[in-house]
């Protein structure tokens, strides 16, 4: 399985979510949507404008966003 961590230094959810997926023991690849525009790019197109961090994609498919229902907004830039 293809494990994908969208997330943004400025959300603390984001930490959270990255905390519980090593403490379970799952490997992912992590993309820091404030520091990479591809990955950004990449999140709109599977969310849209109202795209939002933590995002959990597994295989091409968001599996989770955000932590208990809460996140932070990504800006298009």
């Known amino acids: ?3 994908e ?4 230094r400025a959300c603390g959810y984001c ?3 990255r905390e ?9 690849v992590e993309y820091d949507v404030d520091a990479d ?4 790019a990449r ?3 599977l969310l849209g404008a109202s795209a939002m ?3 959990l994609v597994e295989d091409g498919r968001v599996a ?3 932590v208990g229902g809460r996140g932070c907004y990504v800006s298009s830039r």
């Open 5 to 8: 961590l969208y997330v943004s």
């Open 64 to 66: 989770e966003l955000g």
């Open 53 to 55: 961090v933590p995002a």
């Open 37 to 40: 525009a591809n990955a950004r």
């Open 43 to 45: 999140l709109t197109a």
């Open 15 to 17: 930490a959270q979510l």
């Open 20 to 28: 519980r997926l090593e403490w379970d023991g799952v490997a992912f």
């Open 1 to 3: 399985m293809n494990v």
